[in-house]
């Protein structure tokens, strides 16, 4: 048999004897089923947010690439900055870009949006946008026709009502000064692809096109806006970004993804960090049923406790008793609840049992991503505050004077 020491014992026989008021023994199962529900609630609704922020990284990084490299000057030769790219072991891919913002019109509908213009071949390698084609393809999208091609969201084709095979105008309010002041540039375009990032933002104000019609409109020769690139590991770009800042330098600017969407983050952040401390309470309401349940317990331990210290044990055993005996609570509700919480997540990720409708979320299902730091978070938490819950009882249970218990015996 296995030595304890005599307050892992008597913890132990606390919680597995009879107790003399039967609902000392219902509040104990109440106040494990409170930690456990608490533990539960915490780590499905942190894996919810999880899943929610890692599908929106997603999608931003599916039309976005993880840095970008622009030059306040404009660039017209990026040689130099094609053999720094080419040399960096972090870097996978990178094309060049012209960004520019216009107005597209179709018929009496005109919407803006920022009009891109790409290498289709280089863009393939470096971001996942042409992959999220739903209709049409890129064979008209080279500028050796006579109307260029050009690649349009499904929301902004469905608020200009125009579909494949459709011509539309491109206007800039940046044209030629005549005798009438600023005229503006307007070319037209047909549409031969239609896209779905499954992000109203993108799909609404974001048209593709090849770069050659792009430099011709925007009257920018050879010159392009920047470079964009595709690295190994998207956790490396903040590193990667210095780097490249320190080698190009002046008049070079160097935005990483994290950068360019900081604000979108760090609400999602703040708002997972917002629905951890309001869980918690939770935890909280179950660790105020720790308290009365080992003030209770105290109540009717009263004359074992005064038979322990008359027999010698110490104030501070007698207080390890009680706090131990509230760990153990705390501890199976925890192991219940991350039991509980990880089979409900796995279930809801497996299964899809919760459906979103599609055209306000883009999301079919809840999605679900359950990381361990969550779990090692919200465990370490419930038992702190299960142990800080076992303190006054057990002090008050240390304090006992043994003469009043056993007075009458």
């Known amino acids: 048999m296995v030595n304890l020491p005599y307050q892992i014992f ?19 199962a109440i106040s494990i089923g409170g930690v456990a529900v608490g533990v539960m609630a915490l780590l499905v609704v942190l894996s919810v947010m999880s899943g929610f922020q890692q599908d929106l990284q997603r999608k931003i990084l599916g039309a976005n690439a993880h840095i970008v490299i622009r030059n306040f000057r404009g660039m017209d030769d990026y040689t130099r900055v094609a053999e720094k790219l080419n040399a960096d072991k972090d870097v996978a891919a990178f094309a060049p870009f012209v960004l520019g913002q216009v107005m597209v019109s179709y018929g009496k509908r005109a919407h803006g ?58 206007v800039s309010p940046i044209g030629e000064i005549g005798p009438m002041g600023m005229l503006p540039r ?8 239609i896209f779905e990032m499954g992000m109203f933002e993108y799909d609404t104000n974001l048209v593709l096109t090849h770069m050659r019609p792009a430099q011709e409109f925007f009257g920018m020769k050879d010159e392009i806006t920047g470079v964009q690139l ?36 760090s609400a999602l952040k703040l708002e997972k960090f917002a629905m951890f401390v309001i869980l918690v309470l939770i935890v909280l309401v179950a660790s105020f049923n720790i308290i009365s349940n080992l003030i209770m317990n105290v109540i009717e331990k009263s004359r074992e406790i005064a038979i322990l210290k008359a027999i010698g044990a110490t104030s501070g055993g007698i207080m390890t008793v009680f706090m131990l005996q509230g760990l153990f609570i705390g501890l199976v509700g925890t192991v219940i609840g991350i039991t509980g919480g990880y089979s409900l997540g796995f279930i809801l990720n497996r ?16 999605p679900v991503k359950m990381e361990l730091i969550d779990f090692i978070t919200v465990s370490c938490s419930a038992l702190v505050i299960s142990f800080l819950a076992t303190l006054y009882p057990a002090w008050q249970a240390a304090r006992l004077d043994p003469v009043e218990p056993l007075r009458y015996e």
């Not at 050009?150 to 579909?163: D, H, P, R, T």
């Not at 307007?186 to 692809?193: D, E, I, L, T």
């Not at 459906?355 to 809840?366: E, F, I, M, Q, R």
């Open 10 to 28: 008597i913890a132990i026989r606390y919680l597995k004897s009879k107790k003399r008021y039967k609902g000392v023994s219902v509040n104990t």
């Open 113 to 170: 949006v920022y009009v891109r213009g790409i290498d289709p071949v280089a863009e393939a390698r470096t971001t996942e946008l042409l992959s999220h084609i739903r209709e049409g393809g890129l064979e008209r999208l080279y500028p050796d026709n006579d109307v260029p091609g050009i690649i349009i969201g499904k929301e902004l084709s469905a608020n200009l009502g125009v579909f494949i095979g459709d011509k539309v105008n491109i």
């Open 186 to 193: 307007v070319k037209q375009f047909r549409v031969v692809a």
């Open 230 to 265: 595709r690295l190994h590991d998207i956790y490396k770009a903040t590193e990667v970004k210095k780097r490249l800042q320190k080698s190009l330098g002046f008049p070079f600017s160097v935005l990483d993804w994290m950068q360019m969407n900081k604000n979108l983050f």
């Open 351 to 366: 299964y899809e049992i919760i459906k979103l409708p599609a055209d306000v979320y883009y999301l079919s299902h809840l």
